[in-house]
């Protein structure tokens, strides 16, 4: 299996530049989770997809827009990238949402000049 | 205050030496994670726990609910396990809320 499969990895945007962050798991999870992880900063919750056809803010949603195209599939998208949107995002799965094993993406890099 | 603290933020010790990380949280959760992020940036979870203590390999995590705190113990410590080990709680503020701490960075010296 190959588990959370995030793309790309690595990324660098002048501001203003529009982008999509893909995500993809093949474990047949209900729930994913699209994380920022900045220096000195534990993850930050973006966005979330509880079940298919359902998404929800998180902690940090403001620049930011998902879409859960199917069960296995949810992107997030800088509309209009800012400086402030670098940072390192993690895409992440787990079968429901309660107290499930975390399942992680390989993150993506992403640099916004 | 962060909700979930971490000690110590760095710690470098020789292999072969016993090693603990605490997280202290200061809400109600349903459930703690450990995760470990390996210097390439993966990140693996390693133990999900609500009560008690959990086993894998060389790793030890325990959990003491009434103090709000949990510990993850590595024996036998190897340059292999360095990496930064993630704290993160569950709390009752929504299912889907996770709350993380910063981690901390391991390094074990040959």
């Known amino acids: 299996n190959a588990g959370v499969t995030q793309t790309p990895k690595f990324q660098v945007l002048k501001t203003g530049q529009s982008m999509t962050l893909q995500c993809a798991q093949d474990m047949n999870h209900n729930s994913m989770y699209w994380y920022r992880q900045d220096p000195g900063m534990g993850l930050r919750l973006i966005y979330y997809?509880?079940?298919?056809?359902?998404?929800d803010k998180g902690e940090v949603p403001n620049g930011y827009n998902v879409s859960r195209l199917n069960k296995r599939e949810f992107s997030l998208r800088l509309e209009s990238a800012a400086p402030s949107q670098t940072s390192v995002y993690f895409c992440a799965s787990t079968q429901g949402p309660g107290n499930e094993k975390l399942f992680f993406g390989s993150g993506t890099q992403l640099s916004v000049l | 205050k962060n909700e979930v603290e971490q000690s110590p933020q760095n710690l470098t010790a020789q292999e072969g030496e016993f090693i603990t990380i605490n997280c202290s949280y200061s809400?109600?959760?349903?459930?703690l994670h450990w995760l470990q992020q390996h210097p390439g940036g993966g990140i693996v979870s390693l133990f999900m726990l609500s009560s008690g203590k959990k086993k894998h390999g060389r790793l030890i995590a325990t959990i003491n609910i009434q103090e709000k705190h949990s510990s993850l113990h590595i024996t036998a410590s190897h340059p292999r396990d360095s990496a930064v080990y993630i704290c993160a709680v569950r709390t009752f503020q929504g299912a889907q809320k996770l709350v993380f701490g910063q981690g901390t960075r391991l390094t074990i010296n040959p």
């Open positions: 997809s509880a079940s298919e056809g359902t998404t």
């Open positions: 809400v109600g959760i349903s459930a």
